[in-house]
């Protein structure tokens, strides 16, 4: 981005155009620029300014929610992207009929009164139905959020009542008791030792029952927690959606402004309903260098931004998503891989088999990337083959296993292997005190599936960044006439590229190892093996 972009203020104000009919053209152009400067940075918000949301780094199977906020907000660079490139063309074609108009006035063509007129209103409709309608996609991401913030809401006061309740219960636990056995001394003092062993087992299980409600009591802490922290970052998002909606609105604005100037002339005014066509070939002069000066900070920005916002396959932005997710491929297959403990065990070898497999044919498939991009002198034959073959065979391979692990994980989980997986998920919650611990367990089957979609996401941004690879850049231009295609040498031009063979580099071949880990398993003894080793450590003891 520009330096001028870079250091515009939100509360930048607006150019002045007093006493603009009496300014000259060249400082009517400068000023055109200037508004145009800022409609740029207005508009701009939505793909400079980063969300509260999208700087965490969400696990779906804990906060659900805030990953669907993720995953909806996310959108918002490339809708505002879509905003500048329809402003762009809009002006594009604008200027094209300026340019039809000019051949008519120097071919002494008839040209009706009010043309420039009709010209300017047909240019401040046409661009604010444009900010308009991204107006629009902004408050619906807005909607989106309060959606969200009513279902946070709703799970906050769900859990605020289960913790009254549960408070009213510990309360009232020795009074329950009180009443439960009465005085028998009193009464015969004979009775007294049954009064005694009575007191001692209730006593007990008041101890046992006041136990569990303070473990409840601090595990509804901990969700609450957690769902406060929640909507403190979605209140947050709104908040930055909020003036993204205001900075819309003085885009709107601005626009507005700027094609005022554009066609705020001093020949213009002077001569309102002129037809002479000396003196409309003059005026048409003047916009046209106007029109300009308004479009060209519009493209620069595009052509700064093409590279990441563009339709089409761009090569950096392929690089850049892979580097951001390469480093959480292991753990989700980890986290899926383990949760074979709510698989029923007549099943579990084969879901463990086939979560091992999707591991060994991705971290696989990226260490022969790897080999590709590092090899010296290039091969086109390699490259050939790992595109033609590996990459049709990834894509095939993964797409059935991750179908498979799915279909098992829908009909061959177990109920209470899951509560008593919870159950032990729930120690790890009160022992770390947050439901943000490393290596958290899945434990019920919509968790585990909301892993696997990551997985899934995960496997199409690497099967882009292979496609990107082989085909360079191919992507919409700015203009949308033609292509953009450039080649692309995997090497080290470039810090992305860099980047990229630094993390193939550092997460392969570690990957692989971890993988083939998972599957080192002691094995089961016999019946008589446990008896003898129990004896064993019972004569260690002695």
Same mark, same amino acid.
């Given at each position: 981005?520009s330096?001028?972009?870079?250091?515009?203020s939100?509360?930048?104000? %607006? %150019?002045?155009?007093a006493?603009?009919?009496?300014?000259?053209?060249?400082?009517?152009?400068?000023?055109?620029?200037?508004?145009?400067?800022?409609?740029?940075?207005?508009?701009? /918000?939505?793909?400079?300014?980063?969300?509260?949301?999208?700087?965490?780094?969400? !696990?779906?199977?804990?906060?659900?929610?805030?990953?669907?906020?993720?995953?909806?907000?996310?959108?918002?660079? !490339?809708?505002?992207?879509?905003?500048?490139?329809?402003?762009? /063309?809009f002006? !594009?074609?604008?200027?094209?009929?300026?340019?039809?108009?000019?051949?008519?006035?120097?071919?002494?063509?008839?040209?009706?009164?009010?043309?420039?007129k009709?010209?300017?209103?047909?240019?401040?409709?046409?661009?604010?139905?444009?900010?308009?309608?991204?107006?629009?996609?902004?408050?619906?991401?807005?909607?989106?959020?309060?959606?969200?913030? !009513?279902?946070?809401?709703? &799970?906050?006061?769900?859990?605020?009542?289960?913790?009254?309740?549960?408070?009213?219960?510990?309360?009232?636990?020795?009074?329950?008791?009180?009443?439960i056995?009465?005085?028998?001394s009193?009464?015969?003092?004979?009775?007294?030792?049954?009064?005694?062993?009575?007191?001692?087992?209730?006593?007990?299980?008041?101890?046992?029952?006041?136990?569990?409600?303070?473990?409840?009591l601090?595990?509804?802490?901990?969700?609450?927690?957690a769902?406060?922290?929640?909507?403190?970052?979605?209140?947050?998002?709104?908040?930055?959606?909020?003036?993204?909606?205001?900075?819309?609105?003085?885009?709107?604005?601005?626009? %507005?402004?700027?094609?005022?100037?554009?066609?705020?002339?001093?020949?213009?005014?002077?001569?309102?309903?002129?037809?002479?066509?000396a003196?409309?070939? $003059?005026?048409?002069?003047?916009?046209?260098?106007?029109?300009?000066?308004l479009?060209?900070?519009? &493209?620069?920005?595009?052509?700064?931004?093409?590279?990441?916002? #563009?339709?089409?396959?761009?090569?950096?932005?392929?690089?850049?998503?892979?580097?951001?997710?390469?480093?959480?491929?292991?753990?989700?297959?980890?986290?899926?891989?383990?949760?074979?403990?709510?698989?029923?065990?007549?099943? $579990? #070898?084969?879901?463990?088999?086939?979560?091992?497999?999707?591991?060994?044919?991705?971290?696989?498939?990226?260490?022969?990337?790897?080999?590709?991009?590092?090899?010296r002198?290039?091969?086109?034959?390699?490259?050939?083959?790992?595109?033609?073959?590996?990459?049709?065979?990834?894509?095939?391979?993964?797409? %059935?296993?991750?179908?498979?692990?799915?279909?098992?994980?829908?009909?061959?989980?177990?109920?209470?292997?899951?509560?008593?997986?919870?159950?032990?998920?729930?120690?790890?919650?009160?022992?770390?005190?947050?439901?943000?611990?490393?290596?958290?367990?899945?434990?019920?089957?919509?968790?585990?599936?909301r892993?696997? /979609?990551?997985?899934?996401?995960?496997?199409?941004?690497i099967?882009?960044?292979?496609?990107?690879?082989?085909?360079?850049?191919?992507?919409?231009?700015?203009?949308?006439?033609?292509e953009?295609?450039?080649h692309?040498?995997?090497?080290?031009?470039?810090?992305?590229? $860099?980047?990229?063979?630094?993390?193939?580099?550092?997460?392969?071949?570690?990957?692989?190892?971890?993988?083939?880990?998972?599957r080192? &398993?002691k094995?089961?003894?016999?019946?008589?093996?446990?008896?003898?080793? &129990?004896?064993?450590?019972?004569?260690?003891k002695?």
């Amino acid at each position: 981005m520009s330096s001028d972009l870079n250091n515009s203020s939100t509360d930048k104000p %607006v %150019v002045s155009t007093a006493n603009s009919s009496n300014s000259t053209p060249y400082v009517g152009e400068t000023r055109v620029n200037l508004i145009a400067i800022d409609l740029v940075a207005r508009l701009s /918000r939505g793909i400079e300014s980063t969300l509260p949301v999208t700087q965490l780094d969400i !696990d779906p199977a804990n906060s659900p929610e805030l990953e669907n906020i993720k995953d909806q907000t996310s959108l918002l660079p !490339d809708d505002t992207f879509r905003a500048f490139i329809q402003l762009f /063309r809009f002006l !594009d074609s604008h200027q094209l009929e300026l340019a039809k108009l000019r051949i008519k006035a120097k071919n002494n063509e008839p040209i009706p009164n009010g043309t420039l007129k009709m010209q300017e209103e047909t240019m401040i409709n046409g661009g604010s139905e444009i900010i308009a309608e991204h107006h629009q996609v902004i408050h619906e991401h807005i909607g989106f959020l309060d959606e969200s913030w !009513d279902a946070f809401s709703l &799970k906050i006061r769900e859990v605020f009542g289960q913790t009254e309740n549960t408070e009213h219960w510990q309360g009232r636990l020795e009074a329950i008791i009180d009443d439960i056995i009465p005085p028998l001394s009193d009464i015969n003092p004979v009775l007294a030792p049954i009064e005694w062993a009575g007191s001692l087992v209730l006593d007990i299980a008041a101890c046992e029952i006041s136990r569990k409600l303070d473990q409840e009591l601090k595990k509804l802490g901990i969700l609450d927690q957690a769902l406060r922290e929640e909507m403190i970052v979605a209140i947050k998002t709104q908040q930055t959606l909020n003036r993204h909606l205001h900075d819309n609105e003085l885009a709107s604005g601005s626009w %507005v402004h700027a094609c005022q100037m554009t066609y705020d002339g001093e020949e213009l005014k002077r001569y309102p309903c002129a037809v002479n066509e000396a003196i409309i070939m $003059r005026e048409i002069n003047f916009v046209d260098k106007k029109l300009s000066q308004l479009i060209a900070p519009i &493209k620069e920005y595009l052509v700064q931004r093409n590279e990441y916002y #563009a339709r089409g396959i761009t090569v950096i932005r392929e690089v850049d998503c892979f580097c951001d997710i390469a480093p959480k491929i292991f753990q989700d297959i980890r986290r899926i891989y383990e949760a074979k403990e709510i698989i029923k065990r007549r099943h $579990r #070898a084969t879901f463990e088999q086939t979560v091992y497999d999707l591991g060994l044919i991705i971290f696989s498939y990226l260490g022969s990337m790897r080999d590709v991009f590092n090899q010296r002198p290039f091969d086109p034959e390699k490259k050939k083959k790992f595109l033609a073959d590996l990459t049709y065979n990834f894509v095939r391979d993964t797409e %059935v296993l991750i179908h498979d692990i799915g279909t098992m994980i829908d009909t061959q989980s177990s109920g209470w292997r899951s509560k008593k997986a919870e159950k032990k998920r729930m120690e790890g919650d009160r022992c770390y005190e947050n439901m943000g611990w490393r290596q958290r367990p899945l434990v019920k089957p919509s968790e585990v599936q909301r892993i696997l /979609r990551r997985v899934q996401k995960t496997m199409r941004t690497i099967w882009c960044l292979a496609i990107a690879s082989g085909t360079g850049k191919i992507m919409e231009s700015i203009e949308g006439i033609d292509e953009i295609r450039a080649h692309v040498t995997f090497d080290a031009s470039h810090e992305s590229l $860099r980047r990229l063979r630094r993390v193939l580099k550092e997460n392969v071949n570690a990957d692989l190892e971890r993988l083939n880990k998972l599957r080192i &398993k002691k094995e089961p003894k016999s019946y008589m093996g446990q008896i003898r080793q &129990k004896f064993q450590r019972t004569n260690q003891k002695c």
